[in-house]
């Protein structure tokens, strides 16, 4: 044998004498292989026997399981159902509340400021302020007009009551000396007469013509004093006239004590404060900056906080104000709410949109439209727990 044989032999293959024809293998060996053909069938028969009877063993259990499976699910519709058929739910619901937006009265620059974001503040309290200087001095020249008009209301108050004795005083004046302008007339009527009657040899041609002048200027002065009756006759009138004076001046003197009380509110209003109680939000300026009156510099958040939820149409069937209300947050899964049903908006979300949807043109397609409800909380507000706007929730209403 050469050394590939022994290498093949001490390896186990089979060497080129066991690969003759010739060569036929020993006895012993041929037992042990039909033994082991023998012992293969009966194994894998065992095996699936086995199989077979484990799958007999755990069939009735899985068909029992299966049964109890679907009894538990239909126990469960059935529960669901009779449980929630008088209720009525829906996630599209959020908090709600009203916002104040804050906006100055006057224009000027941010002196002071007092708040900050998300602060509790209460009704009274200072937010900010604005430079008052300007609006002193306007106050302070508004203060000096309404003293010049009040002095000029009293001047005029005593012209009244002075032409209230005046007017008939100057009237018996006039009237008496055109009653001696008469009584002249009369005296250079009777000389004038006299020097033209007699004989002018009784006379001097000066004498009759001093009485013809003094007779003139009589006339002349009874014309005068009649001029005057007539000038002094409508003491009402006068006495009207100086009353209307003092009503004009009274308009002045209301007209600065207006542009006082205004310069005094301006004061006022350069001092920003809380209308009511609320948190600070949306805060929108700083100090040094210059504002203008209307522009929004904070907002107020009210302490009420209400749920508005919007059902489906066909959710309101059942219900009406006063049903209670039990609420899920999804901020705070552990604190439940219960209130009720406040009131249903007389109108769906869509018909108070900028653009409501016009249905009676075009091709039409039906969409459930959703109605708002407000619900009230009753109970279950944690103080040390806040309720911002416009998170989520789940209330569901008890409709019996």
Do not use: C
């Amino acid at each position: 044998m050469s050394y590939d044989e022994a290498e093949i032999k001490e390896r186990g293959a089979p060497t080129a004498e066991e690969q003759s024809p010739d060569h036929k293998p020993a006895p012993e060996q041929k037992d042990d292989q039909s033994k082991r053909a023998d012992e293969k069938p009966d194994a894998e028969k065992k095996q699936q026997d086995e199989q077979d009877k484990t799958r007999k063993t755990s069939s009735p259990w899985i068909k029992v399981i299966g049964i109890v499976v679907l009894v538990l699910a239909i126990a469960g519709g059935v529960y669901y159902y009779f449980a929630t058929k008088d209720q009525e739910s829906t996630d599209d619901a959020y908090t709600d509340g009203r916002a104040l937006t804050i906006s100055p009265k006057v224009s000027g620059y941010v002196v002071d400021l007092v708040v900050d974001d998300n602060q509790r503040v209460k009704a009274g309290d200072v937010l900010a302020r604005i430079d008052p200087r300007d609006y002193v001095v306007a106050r302070d020249q508004a203060r000096a007009n309404l003293e010049i008009a009040q002095a000029q209301k009293r001047s005029a108050e005593l012209g009244a009551a002075i032409a209230r004795k005046n007017f008939p005083a100057r009237l018996q004046q006039a009237q008496g000396q055109a009653q001696q302008a008469r009584g002249q007339l009369f005296q250079a009527q009777t000389d004038y007469n006299r020097q033209h009657a007699i004989a002018k040899g009784a006379t001097t041609q000066q004498s009759i013509d001093q009485s013809t002048a003094q007779l003139q200027l009589a006339q002349g002065q009874v014309e005068a004093a009649d001029a005057a009756v007539m000038q002094a006759m409508p003491v009402k009138d006068n006495i009207a006239q100086s009353d209307t004076q003092v009503s004009q001046i009274d308009g002045q003197v209301a007209q600065a004590q207006a542009q006082l009380d205004q310069a005094e509110l301006n004061i006022n209003y350069a001092t920003i404060t809380a209308p009511q109680d609320g948190w600070i939000t949306k805060r929108n300026i700083e100090r040094g900056n210059y504002l203008q009156p209307g522009a929004s510099i904070f907002s107020i958040v009210t302490p009420e906080v209400w749920i508005t939820a919007n059902f489906k149409e066909s959710q309101l069937a059942r219900m009406h104000s006063g049903q209670q209300v039990t609420i899920e947050l999804d901020a705070y899964p552990n604190l439940k709410l219960v209130g009720h049903v406040d009131s249903i908006q007389l109108g769906s979300g869509s018909k108070f949109t900028a653009f409501p949807p016009e249905n009676a043109t075009g091709n039409f397609v039906k969409i459930v439209q959703r109605v708002p409800v407000k619900i009230i909380i009753d109970r279950g507000m944690d103080p040390a727990v806040p309720l911002p706007l416009g998170i989520s929730v789940v209330p569901t209403v008890m409709l019996k």
